[in-house]
């Protein structure tokens, strides 16, 4: 895909909204555009972590390995949101599978490239950090929310 | 905004006691949670309820709950609560069969504000067995689709099969132009869905800020936070509705068992605009 179009992309998807032309310019060296079938694995509990994907359409449900059961699905991340940062934690595993419930577009960030523009540029990436951070601020709030099993004690109808 | 209906009181005039009315069917929605079908008495002849209503039933010799009624409201001749079994009431309710008697007065306390949606859009939000107060408002909406916008359901539960309506939701999505988004907090592989709590559903649609106005129902905590993303959006609070529960008693604003603060939820609520109950929310213990 050309350069540009990668840009134009770039610049729609929501986790971006704001970097600057400069930052852009910056990330779009580490970027190419990827596909998934519904039923494909995007990432692998254990296996390198090297990738950061930025969701353009489908879902991705995340799920446990469960030893001796199926494995537990956690959580969805759809259009618009991202998936993964261990690409940015030390040593860069996942923690994860990663399946496509539907067929998936997204962009992936090639980790080690963006771990290097990150060093390179630090206001680059602070930047990055701050808007990764956004996201799991919001992700961590929501896991607290699940684990509360909000739904399992109310009684019967009024109010809930 | 506080309408109460009228009709469904004792034939007597005693507002506690319950009239004997017939369970013409009990269909289980998932393990725990079933709709009950009554059929009104002829005492009961022109009973009306308005969404967001409720009734008291009385399983004799156990006691009462408070229970939404979740049917639509121009539907004459039957009535549907759906109730959660978590106890003692209703767990003697889940043992009940076609045929069976039991008692209901009502309905009681305020209704979803439905003619100020006219012409914007309407999103939704619920959570576990709080969609079912809300049915009755997506039957209203639907009686007159044209009338209002985008109708948005944002609705959370914690398993898929633990989801209300479901067959219902695929038909208001596919049949009736509503944007429907159902998310659970765990899933299974067979599940295609969303699985996250249901405030991580806005994520994935877009609100006029100044014309839409939003209903929220489900477990106080999801409130809040549904609040919070309601406000990131914009919407003022005066366009939020919000249904409350507390333990009911009396139903008529006597007993005080449903207080919040300086209301009775059995009289003024539990429908709720946002500024009433918005400083309350946030207090301890209350």
Not at chain 2, 1 to 12: D, E, P, T
């Amino acid at each position: 895909m050309e350069k540009e179009n990668l840009v134009d992309i770039l610049q729609q998807h929501p986790f971006l909204l704001g970097l600057s032309d400069e930052h852009m310019q910056t990330l779009v060296g580490c970027a190419s555009n990827v596909r998934f079938n519904e039923g494909a694995y995007v990432i692998r509990e254990g296996e390198l972590a090297n990738s950061f994907y930025l969701i353009r359409t489908g879902r991705v449900a995340l799920e446990m390995d469960m030893p001796g059961r199926a494995g537990l699905r956690i959580q969805t991340t759809g259009a618009g949101e991202i998936l993964g940062w261990s690409w940015l934690i030390s040593p860069y595993r996942w923690h994860f599978n990663g399946i496509a419930v539907a067929d998936t577009r997204a962009i992936a960030l090639d980790g080690e490239c963006l771990r290097r523009k990150c060093e390179e540029d630090p206001v680059f990436g602070y930047d990055l950090l701050k808007r990764l951070a956004q996201v799991m601020e919001r992700r961590l709030e929501a896991t607290r929310l699940q684990l509360l099993d909000l739904y399992g004690t109310t009684a019967s109808g009024v109010g809930a | 905004m506080r309408q109460m209906s009228q009709v469904a009181r004792s034939s007597a005039g005693d507002p506690m006691t319950p009239h004997p009315v017939m369970i013409r069917r009990i269909i289980w929605e998932n393990d725990d949670t079933f709709t009950l079908t009554i059929d009104p008495s002829d005492e009961m002849e022109g009973y009306q309820f308005l969404p967001g209503q409720f009734n008291m039933v009385y399983v004799y010799g156990i006691g009462e709950a408070a229970i939404s009624i979740s049917s639509n409201p121009s539907r004459t001749g039957t009535l549907d609560h759906t109730i959660h079994r978590v106890g003692t009431v209703t767990t003697a309710l889940a043992q009940k069969k076609r045929g069976d008697m039991i008692g209901l007065r009502g309905p009681y306390g305020s209704s979803w504000p439905i003619d100020i949606a006219r012409g914007k859009d309407v999103c939704i939000v619920s959570g576990g067995i709080g969609l079912a107060p809300l049915r009755p408002v997506i039957y209203t909406l639907l009686a007159e689709r044209a009338a209002y916008g985008r109708i948005i359901v944002l609705y959370g539960g914690r398993s898929p099969l633990d989801l209300l309506y479901r067959v219902e939701l695929e038909k208001w999505a596919n049949e009736h132009n509503i944007e429907v988004l159902v998310t659970v907090d765990r899933g299974d592989s067979s599940w295609k869905g969303h699985i996250g709590v249901v405030t991580a559903l806005f994520s994935y649609i877009k609100l006029d800020a100044r014309a839409t106005v939003a209903y929220v129902c489900g477990p106080e905590i999801m409130m809040k936070y549904t609040l919070n993303e309601l406000d990131r959006r914009g919407l003022a609070p005066d366009q939020v509705y919000l249904s409350m529960e507390r333990n009911m008693k009396c139903a008529i604003g006597i007993c005080g068992h449903c207080q919040f603060g300086p209301t009775f939820i059995c009289k003024e609520g539990p429908v709720y605009p946002l500024p009433r109950v918005r400083a309350l929310l946030d207090r301890k213990e209350l």
